[in-house]
């Protein structure tokens, strides 16, 4: 059983920075890739960030140099530090992991960027 929670959202004016969590309730945490995705209203969800076991991370083209992913294996945590915001990256953004081809979801935390 895996259980993600997510928190960090809120309220930013663009150009403003965030900082997302996700605590994750399971064993073996640091054996599986992590990643958040993103999904805004009327949009389909998106992947945003990967983060492997082996620490290799990969970004979607539309926020790279803005967003950065990482983990603690030690708290079963894993983040998104989330700079220059823009009104687009406006969403709810979720965790999530997958084993043995099913997806595990938190429930996301919201994010809204406006002036």
């Known amino acids: 059983q895996v259980q993600l929670v997510e928190s960090g959202g809120g309220l930013v004016q663009p150009g403003g920075s965030l900082r997302l969590s996700c605590a994750a309730s399971?064993?073996?945490?640091?054996?599986?890739?992590m990643r958040w995705y993103r999904q805004a209203p009327g949009k389909q969800r998106e992947l945003v960030a990967t983060?492997?076991?082996?620490?290799?991370?990969d970004y979607a083209d539309s926020v790279k140099g803005r967003f950065t992913i990482s983990r603690d294996n030690a708290k079963k945590e894993v983040y998104l530090q989330m700079n220059s915001l823009k009104p687009e990256d406006t969403a709810v953004y979720y965790c999530?992991?997958?084993?043995?081809?099913?997806?595990?979801w938190g429930q996301g935390t919201p994010v809204t960027v406006s002036s």
């Open positions: 983060i492997t076991s082996g620490g290799t991370i």
């Open positions: 999530n992991t997958r084993r043995n081809n099913f997806d595990y």
């Open positions: 399971t064993s073996g945490f640091s054996l599986y890739a």
